[in-house]
Each structure stands twice: as C-alpha cells, then as structure tokens.
C-alpha cells in the first residue's frame, strides 16, 4: 500500500481531538443533539433548501443497527466486489492499515472492479439508491455500503478510479458521523471531491463552484487520515487503471476499551493471516478435552470468530478468476457439500406462487466427517451464491436424531433480510423450515445405522440384528481385542467405515465373513439416488441408540484423522506462503529492471541530446 496506508501494528487512539467521546457501537447513537438556530433555517428558505426532508446524523447510526454481527457488514462489502465481476474484478484485498494523524488502525477493502464515476459514488454514498437490477448480483437494496461501513466505525473515505472510454476520472467521499456529530449538523452532508486526467495530469474536476470544491477538500483534510491533497492523490497510485479503495477508521471498540476487531500478531499466528472477532471463541460442545479441541477447529464453531473461516465458506460456487485476498493471503474457499459422507441429493419443489414458474430446489445433505463423535448438524442456506444462514439448526438440540447431520441449498425463492443474515419470516420460509427438518428425519431415519447407530426403520433394524447374528456378534471383551486390534495396525475392524470415503462399505472382518451385513450396507449406499418431495406431513422417526463401544472407537479414529488432515493443511499452507513470496521477490525484482530499464533508456536520450563539446 501506498506510505500514508502503510501497514502497521496501529493503535486505537482517538484521532487527535477528530474521533467520538463514545467508541461503543452500541452505544455511539445516544447523543442529544442542539436544535438548529432558526437564522440556519431562515438561510434554508433563502436559498430555496427548505421544501426538501433532511436525514438526521442519527440516523446513519440507526440504520447501521441492522448489523448484529461485524462479519455480517464486511460481508456486505465482498459482496459488492464480487458483483464486480462482471466488470472485470479479479480480487478484493481486506487488510489493516495506519491512520498516521493518531497511529490507530484502520480497515481498509481494495479491488480492481469497473471503479465509480462522480455520478455512481454519488450514488454510492446516497440512502437506499441502487443500480444493481441482475437477477445475479447479491446486492439490491442501496443501502449496504453506508449500513457496512457505520457498523465497523464511524468514518469512511472511499477513492475510486473509473475509465469510462477516454474519460478517466478520480473520486473521493468522506462519509463521517465523527464529523457530522462534532460539528453538530442537523443533516447528513458527505464531501465529495473529483478529478479527471486530462493531458497526462490530474486536474479538478469542478460540477458546482470552485467555493464548493474547496470547501469540500477543507473538511476532508480536517477530518480524514490525510493532511494534504497529493497524500489523497497518493492514494489512487496502486489502483491502476479502474478499482475502489475503502478506508474505514475509527474502529468501533467494545466495552473493555479494546477494538471490536483483534488484529494482533501473536507468537502462535492466530490471526496473523486473518482477523479476529474478540469474546467470540468460546467452545461449546464435547465431552472429553480431545472432542472440544476438534470442536474449537470446525469451521461450525470457528466461522463466529474467524473472518477466514467465515469468508471461506461465504460464496457457494468457487470463483475461476477471482480472489479474497485477507492480509496478504488469498482465501481458499471450502464447498461445505464436498466435506460430507455418505451424500444423499434431495430435490424439493417449494410452492412459490400460482402464477410463477415450477421452482426446483437441489439439497445436498450428508453426515459430516467427524460423525458421530462430535454432534455438528444444520443447514446452510445460500442465497444467489451467498451464504445467508450457516449451520441452521432446524432441529432442537439435545436429541440423538439428526445428530451430525449437515446439509447445503440455494434458497432463490425467497428473499433474505436487509442484514442478509436471515430470511424475511414468510409463510413461504416456515414451509421451508418444515420441509429441511423432514429432509433431515427421513435421512437420519435412513443413514443412521452408517455412522454406529441402530436402525430405526423396522426392516433395517431386523437386516441390521441378522447381519451381527451371521458374524457371531462379538461381545464387549472381542470389541475391545478389536478395537486394540485396529491401534496396534491389526486386521479386524467394526462395524464402521475405517475412512471418511464415501465408498467404503461395512464389513465384520477381513476374511469375509462378514458379507451379508457387507451387502446391506452397499444396498443402502446404492439406493443414494435423488429424491423428490413433496409438502406433505413429516415424518419423525423414533430415537436411536449407539452400539456399545463404538463411540471409544470412532473418538480414536476421527481425532487421528483429523490431526493428520490439519498436519497436511499446515504443510500445503506453508508451502503456498514460501510460493506467494518468491512470487512477490520475482515480481518486485522485475519492477525494478523495469525501472533500471527506463532510467538506462532517458540517461541515453539525454546523452544523444546533448550538444557535443567544442
């Protein structure tokens, strides 16, 4: 980044006398404010400004509430990168930066999109106005930038670069309830300044009055990071052609004083590729120490907390030519379907309207890896490729059935809520709800037996008694030989897959003799086709209980493999990260035999030029 948004540790100051008494979020919109002296409105009336309705201040507190969770307002800010696609984005960076007036740290999100004319970042920067028509983009209410930005902190300065044929032009706007509240207008009033290159230069770009204009520059200089026009200049330097850059600073804190947002570098890496969300990694779930530390790992519990968890699995399709770069380290996206056993592809018809088109709804739904030891289960819902509802329980907790049970859908028929972190209550969702909670008891009632429970459909479970009576159905003393037996790298297995394969099938004992309970689990495996239902009652099976001995095993057996796979993950990311930064060497190394290029070729030009010596 340029040097006046050069990383840094940063603190969390206040501004040098330019941040708010109040650096509570939630408590920032408590203010009273003075009444407007009545010569403000009496030079309203004069100059013909008194007919138009005014937006309080307040109001951009107020609206920026319907936030709940921080990761909710930067992920509305991916996604109006991700909307750039169709315009050319490859990345979105999200990364730390340093307010050099007062040495805080603030946010800033940088990609290479189409950028914005003067007239779209006005547009940007105005309450509920939208462009956005594509029944394919993922922003449509005009209102996700502003709501986004007031929720991380209380100042914004947006740069942004659009080449529009050969109109190439340069805007900036300073959206600051920091300024609007210490200045105490009764309005919102957002500063905007714009230039244009024209023979090479940048030069003003004047709509209204040169009064206006400088007017403008004056407020942003005296309150954002930037003490003079060529450090806001400097920042247009690595946006090249076309992009947008947003600094948000002022971050919000919480009650104990410290940023809502954990930047900090600590000697474990915690975070040093990721942000944090503070008092928000709390484990819950397992039993022994062993099964809460797999807990603390899953990308069920650590999206709460992790920006890379959370944007890992934000975007249902993974991008071919575009990437979530978070500090300096690209985001590997993860299909939660891909990381399901035995997968089942449901297909549901939901009754949209009577004079709509037939809507066919496909729900992939599967035990997750770690099954059964750990009891993850719900739904993630996505909608027009983001992830609006992760982990949905629609089952109450506390019941075997439907234990470990995961499933993933896009819901496009119904609309989610402003905050895009739940779906408007419609009858149309609580149908919804009511169908994925059948879809989840009919697979459970199905595909529990797989995972060491005992069969509730009646047939199965008779299938199921046969198949252990055929094989001599080992006591506690041979299950515990054989579960010995597995650890030492003996032959004899349970009634178990061994792998997370998907294609394994279940089998007694190595030599053969388990072949009738070995063709009923494939029998069931075979039957994974897709399936259609349709809105009528569900069905609720009864409870089912696990086989003695078995949860030991599978605890042994899921803690191994997963220590094994994250042993893998940390290798591969290693290596990723020794390849980023030769690149970047390869690439900085080329730059500068550019450089070294250019200034070899004008020291030639220069010599040829000059007179020769008489």
Same mark, same amino acid.
């Given at each position: 980044?340029?040097?006046?948004?050069?990383?840094?540790?940063?603190?969390?100051?206040?501004?040098?006398?330019?941040?708010?008494?109040?650096?509570?979020?939630?408590?920032?919109?408590?203010?009273?404010?003075?009444?407007?002296?009545?010569?403000?409105?009496?030079?309203?009336?004069?100059?013909?400004?008194?007919?138009?309705?005014?937006?309080?201040?307040?109001?951009?507190?107020?609206?920026?509430?319907?936030?709940?969770?921080?990761?909710?307002?930067?992920?509305?800010?991916?996604?109006?990168?991700?909307?750039?696609?169709?315009?050319?984005?490859?990345?979105? =960076?999200?990364?730390? %930066?340093?307010?050099? +007036?007062?040495?805080?740290?603030? @946010?800033?999100?940088? !990609? *290479? #999109?189409?950028?914005?004319?003067?007239?779209?970042?006005?547009?940007?920067?105005?309450?509920?106005?939208?462009?956005?028509?594509?029944?394919?983009?993922?922003?449509?209410?005009?209102?996700?930038?502003?709501?986004?930005?007031?929720?991380?902190?209380?100042?914004?300065?947006?740069?942004?670069?659009?080449?529009?044929?050969?109109?190439?032009?340069?805007?900036?706007?300073?959206?600051?309830?920091?300024?609007?509240?210490?200045?105490?207008?009764?309005?919102?009033?957002?500063?905007?300044?714009?230039?244009?290159?024209?023979?090479?230069?940048?030069?003003?770009?004047?709509?209204?009055?040169?009064?206006?204009?400088?007017?403008?520059?004056?407020?942003?200089?005296?309150?954002?990071?930037?003490?003079?026009?060529?450090?806001?200049?400097?920042?247009? =330097?690595?946006?090249? %052609?076309?992009?947008? +850059?947003?600094?948000?600073?002022? @971050?919000?804190?919480? !009650? *104990? #004083?410290?940023?809502?947002?954990?930047?900090?570098?600590?000697?474990?890496?915690?975070?040093?590729?990721?942000?944090?969300?503070?008092?928000?990694?709390?484990?819950?779930?397992?039993?022994?120490?062993?099964?809460?530390?797999?807990?603390?790992?899953?990308?069920?519990?650590?999206?709460?907390?992790?920006?890379?968890?959370?944007?890992?699995?934000?975007?249902?399709?993974?991008?071919?030519?575009?990437?979530?770069?978070?500090?300096?380290?690209?985001?590997?996206?993860?299909?939660?379907?891909?990381?399901?056993?035995?997968?089942?592809?449901?297909?549901?018809?939901?009754?949209?309207?009577?004079?709509?088109?037939?809507?066919?709804?496909?729900?992939?739904?599967?035990?997750?890896?770690?099954?059964?030891?750990?009891?993850?289960?719900?739904?993630?819902?996505?909608?027009?490729?983001?992830?609006?509802?992760?982990?949905?329980?629609? @089952?109450?907790?506390?019941?075997?059935?439907?234990?470990?049970?995961?499933?993933?859908?896009?819901?496009?028929?119904?609309?989610?809520?402003?905050?895009?972190?739940?779906?408007?209550?419609?009858?149309?969702?609580?149908?919804?709800?009511?169908?994925?909670?059948?879809?989840?008891?009919?697979?459970?009632?199905?595909?529990?037996?797989?995972?060491?429970?005992?069969?509730?459909?009646?047939?199965?479970?008779?299938?199921?008694?046969?198949?252990?009576?055929?094989?001599?159905?080992?006591?506690?003393?041979?299950?515990?030989?054989?579960?010995?037996?597995?650890?030492?790298?003996?032959?004899?297995?349970?009634?178990?897959?061994?792998?997370?394969?998907?294609?394994?099938?279940?089998?007694?004992?190595?030599?053969?003799?388990?072949?009738?309970?070995?063709?009923?689990?494939?029998?069931?495996?075979?039957?994974?086709?897709?399936?259609?239902?349709?809105?009528?009652?569900?069905?609720?099976?009864?409870?089912?209980?696990?086989?003695?001995?078995?949860?030991?095993?599978?605890?042994?057996?899921?803690?191994?493999?997963?220590?094994?796979?994250?042993?893998?993950?940390?290798?591969?990311?290693?290596?990723?990260?020794?390849?980023?930064?030769?690149?970047?060497?390869?690439?900085?190394?080329?730059?500068?035999?550019?450089?070294?290029?250019?200034?070899?070729?004008?020291?030639?030009?220069?010599?040829?030029?000059?007179?020769?010596?008489?």
């Amino acid at each position: 980044m340029p040097a006046a948004m050069a990383g840094g540790t940063g603190g969390a100051g206040g501004g040098g006398g330019r941040a708010l008494d109040c650096r509570s979020f939630w408590k920032a919109g408590a203010f009273e404010s003075a009444s407007a002296p009545s010569r403000e409105f009496h030079d309203a009336l004069e100059a013909g400004d008194f007919d138009r309705a005014r937006v309080h201040p307040k109001f951009l507190h107020t609206n920026a509430t319907s936030h709940k969770w921080a990761f909710g307002a930067i992920a509305e800010l991916l996604d109006n990168a991700v909307d750039e696609i169709c315009n050319g984005a490859t990345f979105i =960076k999200v990364d730390k %930066s340093v307010n050099l +007036k007062d040495n805080s740290t603030m @946010l800033v999100f940088q !990609d *290479d #999109g189409g950028g914005m004319d003067p007239e779209g970042v006005r547009r940007c920067m105005s309450l509920g106005f939208s462009t956005k028509k594509s029944k394919k983009t993922i922003g449509q209410y005009g209102n996700g930038f502003k709501t986004s930005t007031m929720r991380l902190g209380a100042d914004a300065i947006v740069f942004t670069r659009a080449n529009r044929g050969s109109n190439v032009t340069l805007s900036i706007g300073l959206l600051s309830y920091t300024f609007l509240r210490r200045t105490m207008k009764d309005d919102i009033v957002v500063p905007m300044l714009d230039f244009k290159i024209q023979d090479g230069h940048i030069v003003p770009l004047v709509y209204g009055s040169q009064g206006d204009w400088d007017s403008s520059l004056k407020i942003i200089l005296e309150w954002s990071p930037f003490s003079s026009k060529e450090e806001l200049l400097q920042q247009f =330097k690595d946006i090249v %052609s076309h992009g947008t +850059k947003v600094a948000i600073y002022n @971050l919000w804190m919480n !009650d *104990d #004083g410290l940023l809502e947002l954990d930047f900090e570098d600590d000697d474990e890496a915690r975070c040093f590729y990721d942000i944090l969300l503070r008092d928000q990694d709390k484990a819950s779930g397992g039993v022994t120490k062993a099964q809460k530390e797999i807990v603390q790992q899953h990308i069920s519990h650590r999206l709460r907390f992790s920006l890379r968890a959370y944007t890992s699995i934000l975007y249902l399709k993974k991008f071919e030519n575009f990437q979530i770069i978070l500090r300096g380290k690209p985001v590997e996206q993860i299909r939660i379907a891909d990381e399901l056993k035995f997968k089942k592809l449901v297909t549901y018809k939901p009754q949209v309207a009577h004079d709509s088109q037939v809507v066919s709804v496909k729900v992939d739904v599967g035990f997750a890896k770690e099954a059964p030891v750990l009891g993850i289960f719900g739904m993630n819902v996505y909608h027009k490729n983001r992830l609006i509802m992760p982990f949905w329980k629609v @089952l109450q907790e506390g019941s075997s059935r439907g234990r470990s049970v995961v499933g993933v859908l896009e819901a496009n028929f119904i609309e989610p809520a402003h905050d895009k972190q739940d779906f408007e209550r419609t009858p149309l969702f609580i149908r919804l709800e009511a169908k994925l909670r059948q879809i989840i008891l009919d697979y459970w009632k199905e595909k529990c037996h797989l995972i060491g429970y005992q069969p509730v459909d009646p047939q199965l479970r008779s299938q199921y008694k046969a198949a252990l009576k055929d094989s001599g159905n080992p006591g506690p003393k041979s299950q515990q030989k054989a579960s010995t037996s597995r650890r030492t790298g003996g032959h004899t297995s349970n009634l178990l897959p061994e792998t997370y394969d998907d294609t394994e099938v279940i089998g007694l004992t190595a030599n053969g003799s388990g072949s009738r309970i070995r063709s009923f689990g494939q029998a069931q495996e075979n039957s994974m086709e897709s399936v259609g239902l349709d809105e009528n009652s569900v069905d609720i099976g009864s409870e089912g209980a696990l086989d003695p001995n078995v949860m030991e095993k599978l605890s042994e057996e899921n803690i191994g493999l997963f220590t094994r796979r994250e042993e893998l993950r940390q290798r591969d990311t290693q290596l990723r990260q020794t390849v980023g930064e030769l690149e970047q060497q390869l690439a900085e190394t080329k730059k500068k035999c550019a450089q070294l290029a250019d200034d070899l070729r004008i020291r030639k030009s220069q010599q040829q030029q000059q007179p020769p010596y008489i």
